[in-house]
Every structure is written in C-alpha cells, then in structure tokens.
T-cell receptor, first 113, second 115 residues
Framework: KNQVEQSPQSLIILEGKNCTLQ??????????LRWYKQDTGRGPVSLTI?????NTKSNGRYTATLDADTKQSSLHITASQLSDSASYIC????????????FGTGTRLKVLA | GAGVSQTPSNKVTEKGKYVELRCDPI?????LYWYRQSLGQGPEFLIY????????DSGLPNDRFFAVRPEGSVSTLKIQRTERGDSAVYLC?????????????FGPGTRLTVT
C-alpha cells in the first residue's frame, strides 16, 4: 500500500533555531516528492519538488533532501521565524495508474519568540 | 494573480441535509482535484477531473458523494444525506495539466460541519 509517514507529529522550537522534519514513504513507482507548507485555515503551498535523480533542493531557508534508495526525505529549516509556524506536509506522487498525490499526515511546527 | 477560490469558506449543516461546495480553478488549468482533510491529517484524494470528465473518482468514499465539472472550469462537489463523519475541510486544487510535471495549486478549502 502506498503510504507516506512523517515525524515528528509536532515540534516546538525557539525563534532563530534550526529544525529538521522527516518523511518516509513506500510509494511505488515513484515520480516526485514535494514538501508543502500549510498555514492554519489555508490550503497547502508548495515549498520544494524533487524527482528521483535530485538529492537536495533549496528554497530560501528551506532545504529538502531526498534519498530514493532508502525512500526518505527531510526538510531542514534554518534560522526559524515566527511565520514558519505551520504544518509541513510531505507529498509523494506515483506514476502508477492515474497520477495523484499521496499526502503524509504532516508535522505541526510551532516557533516561539 | 487570481488563485483557486472555494465557496463557501464555512458551511454548517444538519445531518441528513444536502450540500454543494464550489471550486473556481485558476483560469486555463485543465486538471482539477478534490481532497478531504480531517483534523490533524493530511489531505485525502477524492476525485480528479481532466477537462469535463472525471478521470479518477476512486477516492469518493461512497455514492453520497458526487462531483461535476460541466464546462471544464468550475467544479461542484455534492454530498447527499450528510453524516457527522463528513465533517472536514474540503480542498480543491487545479493544475495546468494532469501528470507529475504540473504543480497543483490549492484553494483555501471549505470547512464543512455536520451537526
């Protein structure tokens, strides 16, 4: 069964600190992996996208890594800001059948002043 | 620029009633997706339209759920005989085309509460 699991479920850090969120997936065949940020009451917004051949992708203070062999990804946030408080969702796409997204349950990040 | 919009933003209905949720995709986007997101969970796929036709409706939980996209633009998700378990945020997304190369852009969602 295609699944995407994320850890930790929630995380609290102080402003200015770094953090790393984890994503493990069992989706096959793999197409690409995206990290989304979802603010409370809003729809998800894409941060990064990586295909099979890409190991790392950065978007400002966000850096995503992908290990397609172990089927793991991470999202590293540098110098966190209060506005980083949100849910971060790992989304894996498969090319099997009709193309669709398979979402993780998300990591809820809270950045404190 | 105009993104994906959804109306209403909130809907409260009584158990057993019928509801319609509307999605206005980004202009020119041929693919449209509906998802359901329960509290503390990631979005769950419901149905995917390519143009006017439902290319994949395998995520619809039962026959009380139905969606249409008659002119290949606006889509309506219809839920009959609502149950308390239908309470969730219903997200709509659109993309330029179907397939992995095209980014999906999400609307803000409709929060449905069935009392």
């Amino acid at each position: 069964k295609n699944q995407v699991e994320q850890s930790p479920q929630s995380l609290i850090i102080l402003e200015g600190k770094n953090c790393t969120l984890q994503c493990n997936y069992t989706v096959s065949p793999f197409s690409n992996l995206r990290w989304y940020k979802q603010d409370t009451g809003r729809g998800p917004v894409s941060l990064t996208i990586m295909t099979f051949s890409e190991n790392t992708k950065s978007n400002g203070r966000y850096t995503a890594t992908l290990d397609a062999d172990t089927k793991q990804s991470s999202l590293h946030i540098t110098a966190s800001q209060l506005s980083d408080s949100a849910s971060y969702i790992c989304v894996v796409s498969s090319t099997s059948g009709t193309y669709k997204y398979i979402f993780g349950t998300g990591t809820r990040l809270k950045v404190l002043a | 620029g105009a993104g994906v919009s959804q109306t209403p933003s909130n809907k409260v209905t009584e158990k057993g009633k019928y509801v319609e949720l509307r999605c206005d995709p980004i202009s020119g986007h041929t693919a449209l997706y509906w998802y359901r997101q329960s509290l503390g969970q990631g979005p769950e796929f419901l149905i995917y339209f390519q143009g006017t036709g439902a290319a994949d409706d395998s995520g619809l939980p039962n026959d009380r759920f139905f969606a249409v996209r008659p002119e290949g633009s606006v889509s309506t998700l219809k839920i009959q005989r609502t149950e308390r378990g239908d309470s969730a945020v219903y997200l709509c997304a659109s993309s330029l085309g179907g397939g992995p190369r095209h980014e999906q852009y999400f609307g803000p969602g409709t929060r449905l509460t069935v009392t």
